[in-house]
């Protein structure tokens, strides 16, 4: 998934008005403001309630859904192999959200505060701040992404992560 990928995919998104962020490794690259390293998927959380539309609008560009785990998330993917990795979230009246998770009772909570801007192909992109990325990426051995990812954290804003 390419800049110019992930750049067509949020014009078609707010094209349709609704609100989604980036997340995962593009979203690093998003708060970092450079592409990094290369990306299989495209990660996007959204609000649940516009998920219909969310759903439209990615058909309408040739997306289809390939994996179901609602209500945790699930992926959409086109005919290029281009991969969407969305993840619905149930927001409170302060800005803050939940995400449900696979384990009963450990839903991922999303402070209001998480919600940020960061660039992609020199535009503002809606982003997961850096201590939400790093919240993420707890509880699990890494891959070389995930240590990568954080180096770009520790590197760009200073910030402690766990590995």
Do not use: N
């Given at each position: 998934?390419?800049?110019?990928?992930?750049?067509?995919?949020?014009?078609?998104?707010?094209?349709?008005?609704?609100?989604?962020?980036?997340?995962?490794?593009?979203?690093?690259?998003a708060l970092v403001g450079a592409q990094t390293r290369p990306h299989r998927d495209l990660d996007l959380v959204?609000?649940r309630e516009q998920e219909p539309a969310v759903i439209a609008a990615l058909a309408e560009a040739g997306y289809?859904?390939?994996?179901?785990?609602?209500?945790?998330?699930?992926?959409?993917?086109?005919?290029?192999?281009?991969?969407?990795?969305?993840?619905?979230?149930?927001?409170?009246?302060?800005?803050?959200?939940?995400?449900?998770?696979?384990?009963?009772?450990?839903?991922?909570?999303?402070?209001?505060?998480?919600?940020?801007?960061?660039?992609?192909?020199?535009?503002?992109?809606?982003?997961?701040?850096?201590?939400?990325?790093?919240?993420?990426?707890?509880?699990?051995?890494?891959?070389?992404?995930?240590?990568?990812?954080?180096?770009?954290?520790?590197?760009?804003?200073?910030?402690?992560?766990?590995?």
């Open positions: 998934m390419t800049s110019t990928d992930v750049s067509a995919v949020l014009a078609v998104l707010q094209q349709a008005g609704v609100e989604v962020w980036v997340g995962g490794g593009w979203g690093i690259d959204h609000r289809v859904e390939t994996l179901d785990w609602r209500p945790v998330r699930f992926v959409v993917a086109d005919g290029d192999g281009h991969e969407i990795d969305l993840h619905p979230l149930v927001f409170a009246p302060d800005g803050s959200a939940v995400q449900a998770s696979l384990k009963p009772g450990e839903d991922f909570d999303y402070p209001a505060a998480c919600f940020v801007t960061g660039t992609i192909q020199g535009s503002a992109v809606p982003c997961l701040s850096a201590q939400q990325q790093i919240y993420f990426h707890q509880g699990y051995e890494p891959t070389d992404r995930d240590r990568h990812d954080m180096a770009q954290l520790r590197q760009t804003f200073g910030l402690e992560t766990h590995f």
